[in-house]
């Protein structure tokens, strides 16, 4: 069973638009939760993450929301550049232990 | 050298073989992890180190076996694979294993690993 989700495998925008990718989960012990982004021939590199505490976490262009509720987070980066152009994986940690998503190759047309 | 290092970044080898992956940390970081990321599957923990003790084994074969001699490095010993252990090995670290900000983790490019 799965407990990280990222429903859509990939995404495609049009430079300058908004790119949203989501995540699911399903185990509600999940406290930390992380959005990592990778590109060909290199490991998956930090981008940015909210507690469970909040719902909200912006870091330049790039906004992670949480909704507990719904057991839902989504990553907005606006405006989408062709340098983001990369895959997105999202992980939920538990005590310090991170399950991650399958990915989302985003793609941004110039 | 800054950052997670990993050698070889390619290996290549036969079922009978031994062989090792090794990596390398220069952030000061106490934890260390082995993921596997195979083709169309999303990232697989295998093995946490913290402060050089193995606090996780995720059910691991026995023909992986992992070796951290301090905090800054990380082994990987490979023996008797099968072609389907064939896959992109990912070297991470951490502050620590708890706690925020200790779950940001930094990775390394990865070894890829072909079994024959």
């Known amino acids: 069973d799965q407990q990280v989700k990222q429903n859509s495998p990939s995404l495609s925008v049009q430079e300058g638009r908004i790119s949203i990718l989501n995540c699911d989960y399903t185990?509600?012990?999940?406290?930390?939760f992380l959005w990592y982004k990778k590109y060909p021939a290199e490991g998956p590199t930090f981008l940015i993450s909210?507690?469970?505490?909040?719902d909200k976490n912006e870091d330049g262009r790039f906004t992670v929301f949480l909704n507990k509720s719904a057991k839902h987070l989504s990553l907005h980066i606006v405006p989408s550049q062709p340098g983001d152009s990369a895959v997105y994986f999202c992980?939920?940690?538990?005590?310090?232990?991170?399950?991650f998503g399958d990915g989302t190759t985003l793609t941004v047309k110039p | 050298e800054t950052g997670v290092t990993q050698t070889p970044r390619h290996l290549v080898m036969g079922m009978t073989n031994k062989k090792s992956l090794k990596c390398e940390q220069h952030l000061g970081h106490n934890a260390m992890y082995w993921y596997k990321q195979s083709a169309k599957k999303p990232l697989e923990l295998m093995f946490v180190?913290?402060?050089?003790?193995?606090?996780e084994n995720n059910s691991v074969p026995s023909r992986f076996s992992p070796e951290c001699p301090n905090s800054s490095h990380l082994f990987l010993h490979l023996h008797t694979l099968q072609p389907e252990d064939s896959a992109l090995y990912l070297c991470?670290?951490?502050?620590?294993?708890?706690?925020?900000?200790?779950?940001?983790?930094?990775f390394g490019p990865g070894t890829r690993l072909t079994v024959l």
């Open positions: 991470a670290s951490s502050l620590g294993t708890s706690g925020t900000p200790y779950n940001e983790q930094f």
């Open positions: 185990n509600s012990m999940f406290d930390y």
């Open positions: 909210i507690s469970s505490i909040k």
């Open positions: 180190y913290n402060f050089k003790e193995q606090t």
């Open positions: 992980a939920a940690a538990d005590a310090g232990k991170s399950t």
